[in-house]
């Protein structure tokens, strides 16, 4: 298959939060293969500074998103080492099940400071520079458990539903400046921590049931719509969620 390339995201400045391994390192990878200049955060140090290493000028920051101050830190220093940043991609997010009715205070905030949190405090650290530049394009991971809302991911499943509400919001809001805000939900994308610890023939097989197309979703199934959003082919694309599930939905 030959896919798209996208002229306007040449040089210009990504950012992108988890982007160590599974579908954030191939965010990473898409985008630098399309000439842009990409930065990324993750709290995978060894993960993250062997993927910067490979991928000549890409800019790398070990860093925990649930510290505001760490994470929006990083974004102005990845603007101030690489020019303003006008794509940022709000990526990061922990799966773990856990029964509703076990749910204690800490454990509920500390889900929200990991899948909600990072995402609200990214796009304000972001936003000054995207104004200055005349605009930019806000891209938020959610998913389609925000929709079906499956057992053991109550957590998980708010702040997904959060962030499709939210990415409303900031485009309404945000959009007199130029800044699109967009969400992407997609299906069951098999990363190696899928195959590790959920992916059985089982699983695959009752999922293959419930798609219109059988091939497996992958990660970089999911960049390439997020190249879309961030390249100015979709200049006026704001304020949707774009569902990337094989039919699942």
Not at 10 to 22: L, N
Not at 50 to 78: H, I, K, N, P
Not at 185 to 207: H, K, N
Request: proline share 5%.
């Amino acid at each position: 298959m030959a896919f798209a390339s996208y002229p306007s995201l040449r040089d210009r400045v990504v950012f992108i939060t988890g982007g160590a391994s599974g579908i954030g390192a191939c965010l990473v990878e898409e985008f630098h293969a399309q000439g842009a200049c990409v930065a990324f955060v993750d709290l995978q140090e060894a993960e993250g500074r062997a993927l910067a290493e490979r991928l000549d000028g890409a800019w790398f920051r070990g860093c925990d998103v649930t510290d505001a101050e760490a994470l929006q830190s990083a974004v102005r220093d990845a603007g101030q080492a690489l020019g303003p940043v006008t794509v940022l991609i709000n990526n990061v997010a922990n799966d773990t099940r856990h029964p509703a009715a076990g749910l204690t205070p800490a454990a509920w905030r500390r889900g929200l400071a990991v899948n909600l949190d990072p995402v609200v405090l990214a796009s304000v650290a972001v936003y000054p520079m995207m104004k200055a530049a005349g605009g930019g394009s806000i891209i938020n991971l959610s998913s389609i458990n925000a929709l079906f809302g499956p057992p053991d991911m109550a957590g998980y499943v708010a702040a997904k539903g959060a962030i499709n509400s939210l990415s409303k919001g900031l485009a309404r809001e945000w959009g007199p400046d130029r800044i699109r805000v967009n969400a992407l939900s997609p299906g069951w994308v098999i990363t190696e921590r899928q195959l590790q610890l959920w992916l059985t023939p089982e699983a695959e097989a009752d999922w293959a049931k419930q798609v219109a197309l059988k091939d497996r979703l992958l990660p970089a199934d999911v960049a390439r719509l997020a190249l879309f959003l961030a390249a100015d082919d979709s200049r006026m694309v704001t304020g949707q969620n774009l569902v990337i599930d094989a039919g699942r939905t």
